[in-house]
């Protein structure tokens, strides 16, 4: 296997979408999941560059294992759900820490998943692995609709936030607006732009880590191994 390039990653805590997010990118389809264990990795060749992928687990008993997931990262992608405030207030406790590892020119993306729970007219959602209230619906009533916990800006002071915390003024980075996206895993909705930006976006920092001297891509073969590791197909 070529070595990678570069490494993304997603973090996030559990039920959040990571594995649905790269499912519906990598294989276009929105098949049921199980809570990932460990870690895995996809391979995509985005233009001559071959880039690894890697989906964490976010389940508290893996958490130890994200730092080193993040080892030598070109990006990495914090996804929370938008109908659970609490998912974006934990990739700031708990997540934004394993990033010290990631490459020091390492770009961020922050991610809103499951924006169709939100977004479905009443009678037609409301099922799909939610974390709030409104799924109960039953009884033949119109399914209710989740109220959308984050909004769009809670996002962008996020990204803020992050930049603040890895000393970066935002000049040198991409702007917020353009790293905070809304996502839905279930309908498509902003996935392939998500990724697609992203892959865009790592590409001159592959090239500017090549141009600097000894190549800060990672080995999967000596990436520490996951309890359980699915590699996808590669596209
Ligand atoms: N409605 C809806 N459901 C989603 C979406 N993305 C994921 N889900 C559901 O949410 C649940 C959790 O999705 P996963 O992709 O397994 O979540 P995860 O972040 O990988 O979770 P861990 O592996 O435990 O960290 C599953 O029931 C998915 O079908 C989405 O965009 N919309
Ligand atoms: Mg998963």
Known sequence: ???????????????????????????????????????????????????????????????????????????????????HAQSLLELEDRFLGLTDTAS??????????????????????????????????????PAPRLSKQVQLEDAVAFYKKILKYKMLDEKDVPAAEQMCFETSAKTGKNVDLLFETVFDMVVPVILRQRAQGPPQTVDVASAPPPARTRSGCCS
């Open 1 to 83: 296997m070529r070595k990678p390039d570069g490494k993304i990653v997603l973090l996030g805590d559990m039920n959040v979408g990571k594995t649905s997010l790269l499912q519906r990118y990598m294989e276009r389809r929105f098949p049921d999941t199980v809570s990932t264990v460990g870690g895995a990795f996809y391979l995509k060749q985005w233009r001559s560059y071959n880039i690894s992928i890697w989906d964490t687990a976010g389940r508290e008993q893996f958490h130890g294992l994200g730092s080193m997931y993040c080892r030598g990262a070109v990006a990495v992608i914090l996804t929370y759900d938008v109908n």
């Open 104 to 141: 020091a020119d390492c770009l961020f993306a922050v991610v809103g998943n499951k924006v169709d729970l939100s977004e479905e007219a009443p009678g037609e959602g409301g099922q799909g692995g939610g974390h709030g209230p409104g799924q109960a619906g039953g009884g033949g009533c």
